[in-house]
Each structure stands twice: as structure tokens, then as C-alpha cells.
């Protein structure tokens, strides 16, 4: 959604150079014209435009997939036209998402039987899957509570001050309190001692992340799961866990087959991923799986039947593409076990190769682990000259999007770099990104400083106190923050 802003009376018509072939006037930019015009000129005038778009192979500030095999391209521009939601003329669509499904919980080691199904249902992404989960755990809980004869208005998640802005939209849209664990400096993922504190009876979930959006990282949801156990059984509550793997639900299975961190854990009761991830599917597809079908109210499921036979939907959306869905099925059956393992090793040793090149310059303090999500989030060991967001900036010069942001609470004195690694980034861009980073360290050793000018500026006037170290990179951080917020310039971790 744009949230519209008044077009200035120079920017009120859309002009195409080359389309002058077929158009001599300009079309309105936000109203639509009166006449048709040829179709020729439609698509030269949107593909014209779009030319300015960032080229997405060089996103790295995203870990959603840039490319696919030419099959599954074909695959997914034959389906194009198909709706999902009609399941009943769709059949082997739909067949495939359960199969997708029943892959995908065996993957994070569902109990189940032999004859058994998996429970668990394809959606735009992990936001959607986590807004499902969400509202599993809240009525779950609003249940038991009015069974108790208790209060069932306040309920509350526990996560990280980490967790990506979709657990906010959902606290926020139904209503549930987000109790969040605040970070320290070094140390920027959900600590599961002080979760498990912050447990109480309202508690519906603990959130943890297998794979934090800001640096990579994964939570120890087996700790969690064991101070939890034993928490439960002091108290006689049976609070549960969520994991949102949205990046590391496709990772750990295969660089990390030993971690304990899904249904083998007895707490975790539902598990997100983002199919359009690590599963290497392009935007629009993620996955929800629950542990048993106990864990997911019956009341949240809806029964349609005007498009053929009875059908069971939990989303929150009706009509959606079917080309994500036949899309992750064939990196399921094209790839296997072996396919994955040989991506993902492949980007945790490119990501290395980054992360040595840039340790080399010796001018970054990397915040990322070796162990998580292949990517490489550095922060600047000096930055009272120049910021990260400066290097962001320059980056741009070379048609690299590298974002760079704070911290959340308590850390937000730090600010990262952070470049995602992905299928498609080969170790040649990883040693070619060092060198444009060691050019703009350079560039910049030879420019004077826009933030200590800026700071020298504002504090002509006032009264000179001596401040801490700690004090100096706060307000520069800030002094940045506003100098970006001021250009507009907004740059979303995804
Ligand atoms: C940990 C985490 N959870 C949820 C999301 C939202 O995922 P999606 O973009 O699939 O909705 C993201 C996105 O990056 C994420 O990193």
C-alpha cells in the first residue's frame, strides 16, 4: 500500500521518449486517461520506467529469491492464470500444496505417523503464516482461560526486541500485547533466560527466531524450550512456542541437521517459513505448519463449498497465484536433500569469503555468526568520521544495495551493514564487493566528515560538555538517522 502524497503540478503526467511513436500526448499520472492506447506503448512506457528500478540480482539488502531455473520460470508463467483458492477446479494444485506441506513438516521433524498428514497451509509469505499462528495461539488460550473462569482480555507474546515488524503488525491488528526482550550490545538476539522471566499467565506464545532478520543469528530455542518445561511445571501453565524460521527454516535442515531447534523440541507447537526464501521460490509464497492438528482451534478453520466439494481454508486472504505454490514443489522434487545442502553450503562459504574480505580491510567489527543465516552484517570499527549509512549511500554508485540501520532497544547506538547471501550471489560479486567497499573507505578517508561538520555546527552556540564515547556515537547515529529520514530515504529490512 502507498499512502498517497499530492503529486506537485510538474509531476502530473507520465511522458515516455520512445512511445512518442505511438503517443504524441502524455498520459495522466494518477488519474485514468479517457482514451485506449496501443498496447505497444503501454508496455514501453511501463518497461521504460521500470528501468529505474534497482537491479534485483544486486538487491542484497533482501533474502527473497531473485532467481529460478528457465523450468520453473516456465512452470510459473504457465500457471500464471490459475487462482488457487478454486481447489475444486484446481485439484492437482492443490494436491501439490499438501504435498509441499507434508514435506515441509517432515523436514522439521513433525510426529508423525505413517498414515498420518501433516497440518499446515501455503501463504503469501511468513508475515501471513505468522498472523495465522498468532491467532492459533490467542484463541487456544482465550479458550483455556474461559474454561478457568479467568480473565482472557490481556493476552501477550513474549519475543526478542529483534523480531522483523510483522510480529508488531499482528500484536497490533489483534489486539495482543508484544512483551519484548531488549538487546544489549554484542549480544542482539532474544536471551531465553529473561524470556522465560517474562512469562506469565497471559502469555499465549514465546516468539523465538531461527535466523534474526538483523543479523542472522539463531535464537536458542532448545534452551528456551528447557527453562520453559520447567517453568510450566512450577506454575501449571503450558505456555508454548512459536518459531519463526522465516530464513532459517530452509537452512538449518541442512547445514545444521543436528540443532534441536523444531517439533523435536516438545513446546514447539507451530513452525513459519518463507518458501520465497531460502525454499528459492520468487516473492509470495511462505509456509505455516503445526505440530498437530490440537494445536490448531477448528474454529479458525472455514468450510467452503460454492466452488465445488466441501473445502477447509485457514488464510487471510481468498484469491492467490498458484505459481509459488507448483514453484516450491519443484525446488522440493528438483533439488532434495542434496540440492539444498549443496545451496546453502555454498552460500555459507561465499558469505565466509565476504566476511574474510571485509575483517582484511581492517576497518569492521562483523556482527553476524558463522553459524546462521549466510549472511554478513558489519558495523564500522570507527565511525566518528564517516557512518555505515554513508557507505550505503556510495554503494549505490556501484548498483549495490547494501541497507544499513540501527539497532533495536537496548542497542540502537549500533548501526550495521548488512548484505544478504543468496543462491545467486556468486563468490566473484562477494570478492568484487569487498573491493567497491575497501574504493569507498578510501573516497571517504580523503572527504571531510558531513557528521562531525554538522555536529561542530550545532554545538557552536552551545555549552561545551565533555561526553563519553558511548555519548559521541549515539548522536551521530542520531545526527544520521535524521539526515536519512530528512532525504527520505527509507531503507526497509525485509
Ligand atoms: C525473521 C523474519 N520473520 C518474518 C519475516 C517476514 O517474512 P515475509 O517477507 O515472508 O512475510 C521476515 C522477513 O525478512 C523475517 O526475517
New binding site residues.
Given amino acids: 500500500m502507498v499512502l498517497s502524497k499530492t503529486a506537485s503540478q510538474s509531476d502530473v503526467s507520465v511522458h515516455s521518449t520512445f512511445a512518442s511513436r505511438y503517443v504524441r500526448h502524455s498520459l495522466p499520472r494518477y488519474k485514468m486517461s479517457e482514451n485506449s492506447i496501443p498496447k505497444e506503448a503501454a508496455y514501453q512506457i511501463i518497461n521504460d520506467e521500470l528501468m529505474l528500478d534497482g537491479n534485483p540480482r544486486l538487491n542484497l539488502a533482501s533474502?527473497?529469491t531473485t532467481w529460478m531455473e528457465p523450468e520453473c520460470d516456465k512452470l510459473v508463467m504457465t500457471a500464471i492464470n490459475k487462482n488457487y483458492v478454486d481447489m475444486d477446479e484446481y485439484p492437482v494444485t492443490t494436491e501439490l500444496q499438501n504435498r509441499c506441506v507434508n514435506m515441509i513438516a517432515h523436514l522439521f521433524n513433525a510426529p508423525l505417523g505413517d498414515d498420518e498428514t501433516a497440518v499446515g497451509v501455503g501463504t503469501v509469505?511468513?508475515?501471513?503464516a505468522?498472523m495465522l499462528a498468532g491467532l492459533a495461539f490467542k484463541r487456544k488460550w482465550q479458550n483455556k482461560m474461559k474454561e478457568l473462569g479467568k480473565p482472557h482480555d490481556k493476552p501477550n507474546i513474549v519475543t526478542g526486541a529483534n523480531v522483523?515488524v510483522?510480529w508488531e503488525k499482528f500484536a497490533r491488528y489483534f489486539e495482543v500485547e508484544l512483551k519484548e526482550v531488549k538487546l544489549t550490545e554484542g549480544y542482539y538476539v532474544m536471551d531465553p533466560d529473561k524470556a522465560v522471566e517474562m512469562v506469565d499467565e497471559n502469555t499465549i506464545c514465546v516468539a523465538a527466531?531461527l535466523?534474526?532478520?538483523l543479523n542472522g543469528e539463531f535464537e536458542d530455542v532448545k534452551r528456551l524450550n528447557d527453562l520453559l518445561v520447567e517453568k510450566n511445571k512450577q506454575t501449571g501453565w503450558d505456555t508454548p512456542i512459536h518459531v519463526?524460521a522465516?530464513?532459517g527454516g530452509f537452512i538449518a535442515p541442512f547445514l545444521y541437521p543436528e540443532l534441536e531447534w523444531d517439533f523435536r523440541l516438545p513446546l514447539v507447537k507451530s513452525i513459519n517459513v518463507?518458501g520465497?526464501?531460502y525454499g528459492l521460490v520468487y516473492a509470495g509464497i511462505?509456509w505455516a505448519v503445526w505440530r498437530t492438528k490440537e494445536d490448531l482451534p477448528d474454529e479458525l478453520i472455514f468450510h467452503i463449498n460454492y466452488l465445488g466439494s466441501d473445502q477447509p481454508t485457514f488464510t487471510l486472504n481468498f484469491s492467490k497465484g498458484s505459481s509459488q505454490i507448483i514453484a516450491q514443489y519443484y525446488q522440493l522434487i528438483r533439488l532434495g536433500h542434496e540440492g539444498y545442502r549443496n545451496i546453502m553450503e555454498n552460500c555459507q562459504e561465499n558469505a565466509m569469503v565476504l566476511k574474510q574480505g571485509l575483517e582484511k580491510t581492517g576497518r569492521f567489527t562483523i556482527v553476524s555468526k558463522d553459524h546462521g543465516v549466510p549472511l554478513v552484517a558489519f558495523s564500522l570499527k570507527d565511525n566518528s568520521r564517516h557512518n555505515e549509512f554513508e557507505i550505503s549511500e556510495m554503494l549505490r554508485r556501484f548498483g549495490w544495495i547494501v541497507p544499513a540501520y540501527t539497532m533495536p532497544p537496548d542497542a540502537q547506538h549500533i548501526t550495521v551493514l548488512r548484505v544478504v547471501i543468496r543462491e545467486d550471489f556468486s563468490r566473484t560479486l562477494a570478492e568484487r564487493l569487498v573491493l567497491d567497499i575497501e574504493k569507498i573507505m578510501h573516497e571517504l578517508d580523503a572527504i571531510p566528515s558531513k557528521v562531525t561538520e554538522k555536529l561542530a555546527t550545532d554545538e557552536k552556540h552551545a555549552v561545551v560538555v565533555k561526553k563519553t564515547a558511548l555519548e559521541v556515537q549515539r548522536e551521530i547515529t542520531d545526527a544520521w538517522k535524521k539526515m536519512v529520514a530528512d532525504k527520505k530515504k527509507t531503507k526497509g529490512v525485509?
Fill in positions: 533474502f527473497v509469505g511468513s508475515s501471513e505468522i522483523q510483522c527466531i535466523g534474526s532478520t519463526d522465516a530464513s518463507s520465497h526464501k511462505g525485509c
